[in-house]
T-cell receptor, first 113, second 118 residues
Framework: KNQVEQSPQSLIILEGKNCTLQ??????????LRWYKQDTGRGPVSLTI?????NTKSNGRYTATLDADTKQSSLHITASQLSDSASYIC????????????FGKGTHLIIQP | ETGVTQTPRHLVMGMTNKKSLKCEQH?????MYWYKQSAKKPLELMFV???????ENNSVPSRFSPECPNSSHLFLHLHTLQPEDSALYLC?????????????????FGPGTRLTVT
């Protein structure tokens, strides 16, 4: 069964600090992996999409890594800001359409001043 | 703000009521989706419409009835819901739907409708 596991479930850090969120998956076949940011009361917004051949991808202060051999991904946030407080969702796409998407439960990140 | 809007943003309904959720996308996409997001659970795909035809129905109870009159609008009709149906209902759209084998397609989500069934 295709699964996406994220850790930690929740995280609290001080403003300005860095943090790393983890995503492990058992999805086959593999097409791509996405990280979404979901603010409270809003829909998810895409941060990065990575294919099998990509090891790292950055979007501003967000850097995602992918190890397709170990089926692990991480999202690193540098110099956190209060606006980074949100849920971060890892989504893995099997080869196919929207029905091939497997969502993680997300990591709830809180940035404290 | 994304190009996907949803109304209403909040809805409280009794178990015997009938209501509808509306989604509109202004991105020129040809596929639209309904998702259910419950607390501490992953997003659950409910329905997929591609080119106005339903291509996916993930064993959703018949008390949820989707309608896609054109590629820009998507409705979710609700009737005789249960308290466990309380959740955030998210609409999304993308340029390709159905089964674009291995291709990257970006999904754009609306803000969601927070539904409470009493």
């Amino acid at each position: 069964k295709n699964q996406v596991e994220q850790s930690p479930q929740s995280l609290i850090i001080l403003e300005g600090k860095n943090c790393t969120l983890q995503c492990n998956y058992t999805v086959s076949p593999f097409s791509n992996l996405r990280w979404y940011k979901q603010d409270t009361g809003r829909g998810p917004v895409s941060l990065t999409i990575m294919t099998f051949s990509e090891n790292t991808k950055s979007n501003g202060r967000y850097t995602a890594t992918l190890d397709a051999d170990t089926k692990q991904s991480s999202l690193h946030i540098t110099a956190s800001q209060l606006s980074d407080s949100a849920s971060y969702i890892c989504v893995v796409s099997a080869s196919g359409g929207a029905d091939g998407l497997t969502f993680g439960k997300g990591t709830h990140l809180i940035i404290q001043p | 703000e994304t190009g996907v809007t949803q109304t209403p943003r909040h809805l409280v309904m009794g178990m015997t009521n009938k209501k509808s959720l509306k989604c509109e996308q202004h991105l020129g996409h040809n596929a639209m989706y309904w998702y259910k997001q419950s607390a501490k659970k992953p997003l659950e795909l409910m329905f997929v419409y591609s080119l106005e035809e339903r291509v996916e129905n993930n064993s959703v109870p018949s008390r949820f009835s989707p309608e896609c009159p054109n590629s820009s609008h998507l409705f979710l009709h609700l009737h005789t819901l249960q308290p466990e149906d309380s959740a955030l209902y998210l609409c999304a759209s993308s340029q390709e739907g159905g089964r674009p084998s291995g291709r990257l397609y970006e999904q754009y989500f609306g803000p969601g409708t927070r539904l409470t069934v009493t």
